[in-house]
């Protein structure tokens, strides 16, 4: 319950920023909302990571970008992790909490990527495979929703484990 009430402060937060700042609604003004979605708790429920979706609207550019948000439940503080022109998505926390693996066309196609939950650049899951000689369900070429999962096991099983020096 306390993680839906987070969650819900986190959203009127966002909606309540934008709105306070103007008196009419209209089309234009709807599109200034951030929305949160693809939510994922920690297992030692301490925090929880989510995509915020913001529209971005500059010249002929018209697009939504989303990046990856963490909140830390007993300070409430958010965080946000990633920092790209591309969008970010679908964040899983590592079973011991360290590590945030999650979805991002950064590269130029979509790709799995893991970052340290202390900071740091990210890392592309397939480029680390292929550096230490590790198949993917991929075949280190692609990634997908799927892959995601496969990704889940490797950490439930501690086969990311080997790579935590080239993060």
């Known amino acids: 319950m306390i993680y839906r009430n987070t969650l819900l402060s986190i959203t009127l937060y966002f909606i309540s920023f934008t709105l306070s700042a103007q008196d009419i609604w209209s089309p234009l003004e709807s599109m200034k909302i951030k929305s949160i979605s693809q939510t994922e708790i920690s297992n030692d429920g301490k925090?929880?990571?989510y995509v915020v979706r913001e529209p971005i609207m500059e010249g002929k550019k018209s697009e939504y970008l989303s990046q990856i948000w963490v909140t830390d439940i007993?300070?409430?503080e958010n965080i946000q992790y990633t920092f790209n022109q591309k969008s970010s998505s679908s964040p899983k926390f590592s079973p011991d909490g360290k590590k945030i693996a999650f979805l991002s066309s950064r590269s130029g196609k979509n790709q799995i990527w893991i970052m340290n939950t202390l900071g740091g650049e990210a890392r592309m899951l397939t480029e680390m495979a292929r550096e230490?000689?590790?198949v993917t369900q991929m075949g280190n070429q692609g990634a997908?929703?799927?892959g995601m999962t496969k990704v889940q096991e490797w950490f439930n099983d501690g086969k990311i484990g080997t790579v935590d020096g080239n993060i």
């Open 74 to 76: 007993e300070s409430k």
């Open 132 to 134: 230490n000689k590790i």
């Open 47 to 49: 925090s929880i990571a």
């Open 144 to 146: 997908s929703n799927s």
